[in-house]
């Protein structure tokens, strides 16, 4: 187990989008992290079934998805870009299916890489299907076996980047944000979902080693980003989910003790913690990323992002083209106007101005500060084991709202005022030891986990 | 014993559950929607009056302020845990049939699709405004929306998916269902879904929002 | 009259996004060019009829869109913005349609700002109609007078802003273009298009004027742009889609002759151009307009707009919601990074960056270099007449192509090269007059026009 | 007489018209399209071989330097004006019936729709491949293809539409045409158009390139 405890990068005006300290080389070619952001494309299926019946059309749309995607990267020249291939659900169910569109996807980029010299790589995101299970076993069983088949089989089946969006500790980390129970959701991503983490990024680092691949980084997604459109649908306060993102870092740090290497999932918001700490790359989605969700954090997203992401777009028809091909144009020109600026040395200034733009309208965007993100990062250096990280960040985090608001440099709603006060009295109030923890967790969502799923 | 039901309604909406629960720090020590409940039976109030004047007026006012911003889901969830305590007290008179509620309410998302919060809202706004609420929980396949169905032969039934894969089974089981059960009203939401896929599907309706889908219940029911 | 003989703004330092010398208020409180670049959301009906049996559906997509976009602008907490409702050919082919629509917006339009006090204006495009004759006659027949009735009806029912893409000279540009004949471009946009548009935007400013509202501007969308899609799809030399966009430049100043007042179309890319020589506040579209059309432009047209726009988008599902909210998400963060920049007195700097990330790709987009574009407006100033405009400036666009290739700012393929020595010749063949270009005309494409309808 | 016909094709692909023409300026006083088919028919070559080995020959060679970025739309113009000067000394060939094209094909935008640049170059290159297109224009209603197909009852037809409003009307044409002819061919494009467009509407293809359809057509006519 590699062991971060002291940070990568610990001045913020190094925390620069397109230069990490350790680049990955992966694919054709191409180095994430060496001083240039490339986009990476994400695209979907349209409303369809998927099934035996249906593969040939499913074939067909990612067919299309890739002479569209390739034909606008020609276009515009890009130097250089990743495809994120992310799984639905019957694609791991039947990991066969997954492995066949991987490898359509990666013969199309080869020849590209030929035709054009452009480097550019593959990840493939297996989907976690071990949440099947009331409660999820995790460790064990059918959804398991499948879930790890698929990366197995994508890995030799042409995969450059392995990635996944896992749900270790998701069951009890749900409740608590509905509950705004703070305590419940330290301890659901500190204690559970690390220690799931770690678990299952042993096996996806194991595998990737063994094909020469890249083992890529997981992503809070179902715990933070969901917090995070919870708010942003009036559901949850803000200030949660700005504290639920720091508390979700530790959890997705456990993948690069693990031997992950960057670079970590487009939708994971945590990342800029994860670069500062392991120096590794990072992929991240704000603004461009329109077509799949709505965010706070359009452009703050892009200050230190090595790959620039859509996250996820069906194939639809536009009045350009199909939809994978428009915004695979939106983000090569973002990409083009990022690395001008680093390019006539501005790079510094364009991250400026990307943070300034969105602070003041977000106590989300705020936790993506460059300062902020080392201070952050810092705390979790300085703390050993997740539960211990997890609560030392949500502390880090917890101030430096409070300074912001202090200082004007942002103000938030009268009831979201409220939930800074019951969140205080929270983070004062939890357990000392991880035994501690893990009993309020029983105590009150004891019915919805399993304590074996999680070794413990 | 109006000032009662309104004290329980605060209750509610407060998220006092008893006299114990520490929760909000300034009722410490008052009266809960345990407590009140029961004395309101004790005092004669009718069931039927606690719960809509009591209960009912409690869910509304946290609903209320929701909608206007001024409460988030936590909020809602403790009001409901609330209610929750209360309706205990209350079961014996459902169950003789001397109160009733407005429906049964059968909800899922559907095969296939694990997706839950958007559903869980649902859950929790219908059975705040007075819903006997059956959740099957995720990945429900059409199969289990029929034998729920028997059990239940009046119930409207409510579908939630949220990935445009699943999206479709929404059809397969909105025909199954009108197979066995076409007068059964059926209706649809989640992120992907529109009123042209309702309609497309032969579906009752598609609502985004939780709130103005209990008041259609209401005014079709 | 009004007479443009020198530039507003004649360093290209000054010709800047958000700034413009002649500010236009409209709307509820909007104040375009004040300092800051607004977004003008366009949307648009997804596959339909439009007929009387199905205006129910059209107003319930309009009402849909204008919730969901004015639900963002709010999230979003927009400085202000625009929407641009562009009409279909039935809504002015039966203008009390296009009135209607024109009002449900406005009422949202209005509604919103007292909730929120956020600024806002309306612009409406209405379609002409008027080359639904062939040969078209453009003063005469049943298409001219439904175009002018659509101006006065939605005038009345609330637009802001009245603009239009005219067709005048498209007829024999659209031939001349295809034959790749620059003297047939230069003639029927500097004599024809010219005149045509003399005549039109009179009207159009008289009807403004009456009822205290904006005339905007037009587009040579039929004209450059048409040659710009086509040279991106490798059917026309891209080099000559450049010349086309200088020569299109004097045809659109005429709506500014006439009485118009900015903010010119979205489309317009001789934006700049307008923008330098009147100082009226433009609209421009770029890489958010991937959903409408794909650009070479993508950075470099943000480079001096006021308005920054995404063309059109239909009404369709994306995963994050309907396509017109999350293009206005869009728009509204490309706007507060701009902003931003603006603010703490980096708005030089972003620009500079929009434009190095551009010209080195395209040589359509070497044409919105403001320092090209200074030049270009300085040979149209300098010169009188549309013919003689538009020959002086397709002179200098030629050169400023041949020097940035002899400098090695952008290269060209060889088959474009030819090109270059092709439109030298031509440009040397000129008719000195009018009527000698004229002459060129009648003999080349004497069957697709009509001398009348441009009052020759 | 081969190398007469490798002259023709040279000609047309350069878009050599007559001897007189100054384009192109390297062929100056040359021999053009209408010189070189006058003097094949002369010598009594084949008017299919004029047309098969000379002018086809020559529209095939810019069409593949179209295709590959090596020329662009006015080249394929010129070429094309040079293949119809000669295609007026072949006239009382096809009309006699000694040769024949590959067949008819009616092309139109549809009703509502007034973008033709696209609708154009399909022309031109079906004309190109040996096809004789019976060009509608633009704004085409239903009746109009109707009425020209009863003077070309085998032909072909090809609709083009590029707004979201008048798509549907290619559904409209579509059924009106098959309800009198349920056996011709009807083929769709424009930039908003899907093969899932043409499948649902009843259309027998949809091509966004006209050199990929002229090869379908050549492959299934
Ligand atoms: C949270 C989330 C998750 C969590 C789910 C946690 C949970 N317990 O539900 C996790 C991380 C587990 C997850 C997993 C996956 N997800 Co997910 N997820 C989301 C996310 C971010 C938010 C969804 C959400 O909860 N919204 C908040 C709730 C409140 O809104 P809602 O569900 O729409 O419900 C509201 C209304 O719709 C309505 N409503 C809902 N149901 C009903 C029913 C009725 C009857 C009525 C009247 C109203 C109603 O009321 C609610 C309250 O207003 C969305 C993004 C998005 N844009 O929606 C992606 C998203 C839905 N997920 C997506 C994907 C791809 C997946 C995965 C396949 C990812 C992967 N590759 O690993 C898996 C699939 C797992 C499975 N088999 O289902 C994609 C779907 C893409 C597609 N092609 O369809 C999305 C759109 C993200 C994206 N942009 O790519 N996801
Ligand atoms: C040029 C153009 C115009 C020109 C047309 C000039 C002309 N003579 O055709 C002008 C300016 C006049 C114009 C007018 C309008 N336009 Co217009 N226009 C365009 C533009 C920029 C390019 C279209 C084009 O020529 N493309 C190049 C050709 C070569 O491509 P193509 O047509 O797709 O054809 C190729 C293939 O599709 C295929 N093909 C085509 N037809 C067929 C048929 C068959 C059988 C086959 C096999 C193949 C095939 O082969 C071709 C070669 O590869 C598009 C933008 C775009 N993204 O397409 C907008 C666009 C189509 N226009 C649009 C609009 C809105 C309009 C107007 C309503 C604008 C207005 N408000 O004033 C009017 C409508 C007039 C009318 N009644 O039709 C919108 C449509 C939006 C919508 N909802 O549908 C678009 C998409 C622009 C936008 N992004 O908003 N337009």
């Known amino acids: 187990m590699k062991i971060f405890d002291k940070l990568t990068i610990d001045k913020h005006e190094e925390l620069l989008m397109g230069i990490s300290p350790h680049p990955v080389k992966c694919g054709n070619l191409l180095t994430i992290g060496d001083g240039k952001v490339y986009p990476e494309i994400n695209f979907t299926l349209p409303t369809m079934l998927i099934t035996q019946e249906t593969m040939g059309e499913v074939r067909r749309h990612y067919s299309e998805m890739m002479t569209n995607i390739l034909a606008r990267a020609k276009a515009l020249n890009v130097p250089g870009f990743v495809v994120e291939f992310e799984q639905l659900p019957p694609m791991t169910d039947t990991p066969e299916w997954g492995a066949e569109i991987t490898e359509l996807i990666k013969n199309e980029l080869n020849k590209f890489h030929i035709e054009t010299g452009i480097p550019n790589a593959l990840r493939v995101t297996v989907l976690d299907l071990r949440d099947a299970d009331h409660p999820p076993l995790l460790r064990t069983g059918l959804p398991t076996e499948k879930t790890l088949k698929g990366f197995e089989l994508c890995a030799q089946a042409g995969a450059d980047i392995l990635s996944i969006e896992s749900v270790g500790g998701k069951e009890v980390h749900d409740q608590a944000l509905m509950y705004g129970d703070l305590y419940g959701i330290v301890a659901s991503l500190g204690i559970l979902a690390h220690r799931d983490m770690s678990w299952l990024w042993k096996q996806i680092t194991e595998i990737a080693n063994r094909y020469g691949i890249i083992s890529g980084g997981d992503s809070a997604c179902g715990f933070a980003n969901t917090a995070m459109q919870l708010a942003g649908q009036g559901m949850l306060p803000s200030v949660l989910a700005a504290i639920d993102r720091a508390a979700s870092a530790p959890r997705s740090l456990a993948a690069f003790e693990q031997g992950a290497v960057g670079p970590s999932k487009d939708c994971a918001y945590e990342g800029p913690i994860i670069k500062a700490i392991t120096g590794y790359p990072i992929s991240m989605e704000g603004k461009s990323a329109c077509c799949a969700h709505f965010s706070p954090l359009g452009n703050i997203a892009a200050a230190s992002a090595d790959l620039w992401s859509n996250e996820s777009v069906q194939n639809v028809r536009l009045l350009s083209g199909n939809a994978p091909e428009a915004f695979m144009e939106l983000l090569s020109y973002d990409c083009r106007l990022y690395n001008t600026a680093l390019d006539s040395g501005n790079g510094l200034m364009m991250r400026d101005m990307l943070v300034k733009s969105d602070v003041p309208h977000s106590v989300e965007a705020l936790m993506l500060d460059p300062e902020v993100v080392i201070d952050i990062s810092k705390s979790i250096v300085t703390n050993t084991g997740g539960y211990a990280q997890t609560k030392a960040a949500v502390a880090i985090a917890f101030s430096a709202i409070q300074k912001a608001l202090d200082n004007n440099v942002l103000s938030i709603s009268d009831t979201e005022k409220e939930w800074m006060t019951k969140m205080e009295t929270a983070i004062s109030s939890f357990g000392e030891t991880e035994s501690e923890a893990v009993e309020h967790l029983q105590m009150m969502y004891g019915d919805v986990f399993k304590l074996e799923a999680y070794g413990l | ?221």
Do not use: C
């Not at chain 2, 039934?157 to 089974?169: C, E, N, P, V």
């Open chain 2, 1 to 221: 014993m109006n000032e009662l039901l309104n004290k329980l309604a605060v209750a509610i909406a407060r998220g006092k559950v008893n006299q114990k629960s520490p929760f909000p720090p300034d009722m410490k020590g008052e009266f809960g929607a345990d407590e009140l409940t029961k004395q309101a039976l004790e005092e004669s109030v009718a069931p039927a009056a606690i719960l809509n004047d009591g209960l009912m007026i409690g869910m509304k006012t946290v609903g209320d302020k929701f909608e206007s911003g001024k409460a988030f889901i936590p909020d809602m969830l403790i009001a409901a845990k609330a209610m929750n305590v209360a309706m205990v007290h209350l079961k014996p008179f459902f169950d003789s049939g001397e109160v009733e509620l407005k429906g049964d309410f059968i909800l899922g998302t559907v095969a296939g699709d694990l997706h839950d919060i958007g559903k869980n809202i649902v859950r929790m706004v219908l059975t705040g405004n007075g819903w006997n609420v059956i959740d099957l929980g995720t990945d429900v396949k059409p199969e289990q929306f029929i034998e729920t169905l028997k059990e239940y032969p009046n119930a409207v039934i409510g579908m939630s998916a949220l990935l445009t894969t699943t999206m479709m089974q929404m059809e397969t089981t909105t025909t199954a269902i009108k197979e066995v059960s076409p007068d059964t009203k059926i209706y649809i939401g989640g992120a992907p879904i529109s009123q042209e896929f309702s309609d497309k599907i032969g579906a009752d309706g598609y609502f985004p929002d939780p709130n103005k889908f209990a008041k259609h219940l209401a005014s079709v029911v």
